[in-house]
């Protein structure tokens, strides 16, 4: 299983064969439907399913690999949805893998200055609906402790190890890793 759009899992799933990726469609946006559509086009079976719908089916996966957009020393910030299919995942003891480079890993001042923001609630409805408030939320977080693994261009890092990396790292030091 996979989640959202991520050019790096879609490079790592491109080159596997007879294999099938369930992916759900990742509202807002569908990037989901942007990913089962590039993942068909190069011979790769695909079941494209509503994003809650894609909890109920994490048992039938192997694993679920998703890309990041972030990695604090806290968690992962990625695609609104994610932090859901952790807990399916765990729940389910199925291994849950984040694949990244480097420049997405954040040292702890960087990473304090992230926000979750909210986007544009008409992306979800047109409509004003009495005592309704509408939040569109792209992103969500993911603690590390619900992570197997962070794959890199230099391999695996488990998620107390990502911590540790990251803490460990000052703004001064880059991202070149320890």
């Given at each position: 299983?996979?989640?959202?759009?991520?050019?790096?899992?879609?490079?790592?799933?491109?080159?596997?064969?007879?294999?099938?990726?369930?992916?759900?469609?990742?509202?807002?946006?569908?990037?989901?439907?942007?990913?089962?559509?590039?993942?068909?086009?190069?011979g790769i079976r695909v079941?494209?399913?509503?994003?809650?719908?894609?909890?109920?089916?994490?048992?039938?996966?192997?694993?679920?690999?998703?890309?990041?957009?972030?990695?604090?020393?806290?968690?992962?910030?990625?695609?609104?949805?994610?932090?859901?299919?952790?807990?399916?995942?765990?729940?389910?003891?199925?291994?849950?893998?984040?694949?990244?480079?480097?420049?997405?890993?954040?040292?702890?001042?960087?990473?304090?200055?992230?926000?979750?923001?909210?986007?544009?609630?008409?992306?979800?409805?047109?409509?004003?609906?009495?005592?309704?408030?509408?939040?569109?939320?792209y992103f969500d977080f993911?603690?590390?402790?619900?992570?197997?693994?962070?794959?890199?261009?230099?391999?695996?890092?488990?998620?107390?190890e990502v911590r540790r990396?990251?803490?460990?790292?000052?703004?001064?030091?880059?991202?070149?890793?320890?």
């Amino acid at each position: 299983m996979t989640h959202s759009y991520s050019s790096t899992v879609l490079q790592v799933l491109g080159h596997s064969q007879g294999i099938e990726v369930i992916c759900p469609e990742s509202r807002p946006l569908a990037e989901g439907l942007r990913t089962a559509k590039a993942l068909g086009a190069k011979g790769i079976r695909v079941r494209l399913v509503a994003d809650f719908a894609a909890l109920s089916l994490v048992g039938e996966s192997d694993l679920v690999m998703v890309g990041a957009d972030a990695i604090t020393p806290d968690g992962v910030v990625n695609k609104v949805g994610t932090y859901g299919l952790a807990l399916a995942a765990r729940e389910k003891a199925v291994p849950f893998y984040v694949l990244a480079g480097r420049e997405k890993f954040l040292p702890a001042p960087l990473s304090r200055a992230l926000r979750i923001e909210k986007k544009n609630p008409k992306e979800i409805t047109q409509e004003t609906i009495p005592n309704v408030v509408v939040e569109n939320r792209y992103f969500d977080f993911t603690p590390l402790d619900l992570i197997t693994g962070v794959v890199t261009q230099a391999g695996v890092i488990a998620g107390d190890e990502v911590r540790r990396l990251l803490q460990g790292m000052g703004i001064s030091k880059g991202l070149e890793g320890p």
